[in-house]
């Protein structure tokens, strides 16, 4: 295996959490609120703040793309001993005039409301072998309006330059 794919593995786990898949999970998380998530990227459980979740779907997304990726590279999944990713949660809620420049849409619709979903992300990703541990980390800042998404609506978001 090469050094330089699984330190990609590492740092892939985080932006991944962190990118459009996220979507689904959303609701999720503001419910449980701030907290610290850990996901066992190859078994797809997910705990929070020590507790397990049930379904978490940022889980089965993060395990489906490494169980394609070492099936592409011809890896084994026993040769990897762990792949976790630990994501520190922090919400707050703010007023939609201090949002960032994004809009979001549900079925075709601009979403708006007065107040929006601030959570600050501190990711670490971390993929390990008998020989070496990969690590990465990724701190990052979402906003989305509060109630989005709701469930059995058709979502997406732009984000314009800042």
Sequence with gaps: MSRKWLQNVADNL???????R?????????????????????KSHAMFSGRPIRHLPIASELSRWLHKELLAQKILP???????????????????NKKTQELFFANGKAVTTKRMHRC???????????????????????????????????LSWTKFPK
């Design 78 to 96: 026993t040769e990897i001993l762990h792949a976790t990713l630990r994501a520190r949660l922090a919400f707050e809620k703010v007023s939609w």
């Design 120 to 154: 600050s992300f501190f990711c670490e990703g971390e993929v390990a072998t008998a020989g070496k541990v990969y690590r990465s980390r990724l701190e990052e800042v979402q906003e989305w309006p509060v109630g989005w998404p709701r469930q059995g609506t058709s």
């Design 14 to 20: 985080c932006q991944i959490f962190c990118g459009w």
């Design 22 to 42: 996220l979507i689904g999970s959303k609701p999720i998380l503001v419910e449980l609120g701030s907290g610290t998530i850990e996901i066992n990227v190859l």
